[in-house]
């Protein structure tokens, strides 16, 4: 008979102060943001008229230099593939050391300055560093890009080593197991699967890079790319573009076919949302 | 065959002795032609030029945000169920991620001319692939049972979305545009040696110039940037998610 007496809000769906006021904050940081960038129509519609320029110069693209394409597409390969090897390499003791749930805190300070290094600075500008130190060329691409991998593979294998089950490690560790047995037989087995993982992606990534560090002089075809684009060959341009679109999507395919083969459940996605596919995962054990 | 690739990368990459022999030296060159910092330098150039980094950033950020949602939507099956939508839009996200941002920042010049704009849109233009894939892949993972609940009870597409996914893939897709900021603020650092805007057209004036002490400047200003970002991405998302 008597009605609920109860305060029901109007809006049950109704937005609290502060994601308002951050909307708000956001949207005057757009409006000072956007004024800096000297938008204005005719700007734009001189920019449509040279995109139609543009683009009917870019097509037919122009394969008549494939010597030179596939030679800087070629060093583009080797730069990805020497660059992973090293930096997946350095990566392994680099991360381990990093572990916090492992090592003591004087090991892991110097080896997490290393990775906040090495991840600091995009992989051109650190080619440009290496360019001057070893010179133009090739050496100067695999060097920076090695720097890169290790930043980003240290970094994911060491917060995989500390999200492992200790359980496990200290079974091994009871057995009077030595510490090199520890890693082999109760730390390594349980990140594998996800380094495998990061290291198809940083094989994939380094590819991308490794077609543009040749901007600053470091190698592959970026080199060839960038000459092209400044000598205005734009039908060239679009023969390289077409010719490294096409590289890393055939390394993407080659990428997910290793993932699939190593690592069933595990994808790409899961990588970047490692935060709630763990959640759940320990959600599950707590169960 | 990983190691049969590593070994013909191994013999085939050209390396000079001679370069590889002084890098010691060169390296030791380098760093004292570093020294003393430039400092005087930071106020009348650097700051501005830092300052339009972090806009690019930010604004192709949030442009590629919005330019992506849609696209996110398309390629989720669960809520676009036709295949021949879905591959379309998959395809604009694959060609949006295969094109390194250097070389959007090399079209978007071309077409607007060297600046910020240009660096913008290069930005805004790498971003859609992979905002758009991981969102796509976020919707498609959402609980049926609030949607079903909600289209039971009449609603319509407007507020399925609203009530129904929105929820479910929020905290997915503010993680997802933190991340992909921080990696933007690192790459607009360089878009500027193509001419795109902000600090790399600095960086390379003063590379061209040989003026190191000025380079190290610049170098540490990025460097202070990146981890400030990242400082920043780590404290909102422990807030916010």
Redesign the interface.
């Known amino acids: 008979m008597n009605a609920p007496t109860a305060a029901v809000p109007a809006d049950p769906f109704k937005g609290s102060l502060w994601p308002r006021v951050a909307a708000l904050a956001l949207i005057v940081y757009v409006i000072y943001a956007g004024a800096q960038l000297e938008v204005s129509w005719a700007r734009i519609e001189t920019g449509l008229e040279n995109a139609a320029k543009f683009f009917s110069r870019l097509f037919p693209p122009n394969f008549s230099r494939h010597d030179l394409l596939v030679k800087g597409l070629l060093e583009s390969l080797q730069i990805a593939v020497l660059a992973s090897t090293l930096g997946i390499v350095l990566a392994l003791p680099i991360g381990l050391c990093a572990a916090r749930n492992l090592m003591p805190a004087w090991v892991t300070w110097p080896a997490r300055l290393i990775i906040v290094a090495s991840r600091s600075f995009h992989p051109v500008i650190v080619a440009i560093l290496f360019v001057k130190a070893v010179g133009f060329g090739a050496l100067a691409g695999t060097l920076a890009l090695t720097v890169a991998s290790i930043g980003f593979i240290g970094k994911l294998f060491t917060e995989a080593i500390e999200e492992i089950s200790l359980k496990q490690v200290e079974a091994v560790r009871a057995t009077g197991a030595s510490f090199s047995s520890v890693l082999a037989f109760g730390v390594l087995p349980q990140v594998f699967s996800r380094f495998i993982g990061f290291s198809t992606y940083q094989l994939d990534s380094n590819l991308r890079n490794s077609t543009m560090v040749g901007i600053v002089g470091a190698g592959g075809i970026g080199g060839t790319l960038f000459a092209a684009f400044q000598r205005f060959d734009y039908d060239f341009v679009c023969a390289i573009l077409l010719s490294i679109i096409g590289l890393i999507m055939l390394g993407e395919v080659l990428a997910t076919g290793v993932r699939a083969i190593f690592i069933e459940n595990a994808t790409l996605a899961d990588l970047f949302r490692r935060g709630s596919a763990m959640r759940r995962v320990r959600h599950s054990e707590d169960d | 065959m990983i190691v049969v690739?590593?070994v013909?990368?191994?013999q085939?990459?050209?390396?000079?002795p001679e370069?590889?022999a002084d890098?010691p030296e060169?390296?030791a060159d380098?760093l004292t032609r570093m020294w003393p910092l430039d400092f005087a330098y930071y106020p009348d150039t650097v700051h501005a030029a830092l300052m339009?980094t972090i806009?690019i950033a930010?604004?192709g950020t949030?442009l590629a945000l919005v330019l992506a949602m849609p696209v996110g939507i398309l390629a989720a099956h669960n809520l676009v169920p036709s295949t021949p939508v879905n591959l379309v839009a998959k395809l604009i996200l694959?060609?949006s991620r295969?094109?390194?941002s250097?070389?959007w920042a090399?079209?978007f010049v071309?077409?607007?001319?060297p600046?910020?704009?240009a660096g913008?849109l290069a930005i805004a233009f790498r971003s859609i692939g992979f905002v758009g894939?991981?969102f796509g892949?976020?919707l498609e993972e959402a609980q049926p049972g609030p949607i079903e609940a909600l289209s039971a009870a009449g609603a319509p597409w407007a507020s399925r979305m609203t009530?129904g996914y929105w929820p479910q893939v929020k905290?997915?897709f503010w993680?997802?545009a933190l991340?992909r900021w921080d990696i933007n603020v690192?790459?607009s650092?360089?878009l500027g040696?193509?001419g795109a805007g902000g600090i790399g057209m600095a960086?390379d004036s003063a590379?061209n110039l040989f003026q190191w002490t000025r380079v190290a400047v610049i170098?540490l200003a990025?460097?202070a940037v990146?981890?400030i970002a990242e400082v920043v991405v780590t404290q909102v998302r422990r807030r916010m998610?």
């Open positions: 690739a590593i013909l990368s191994i085939t990459v050209e390396v000079i370069f590889l890098a060169q390296v380098l339009e806009h930010s604004l949030l694959v060609s295969s094109v390194n250097l070389v090399l079209l071309g077409i607007f001319g600046g910020a704009l913008t894939k991981l892949e976020a009530f905290p997915a993680s997802i991340f690192r790459e650092a360089v040696l193509v960086l590379l170098l990025i460097f990146v981890i998610i």
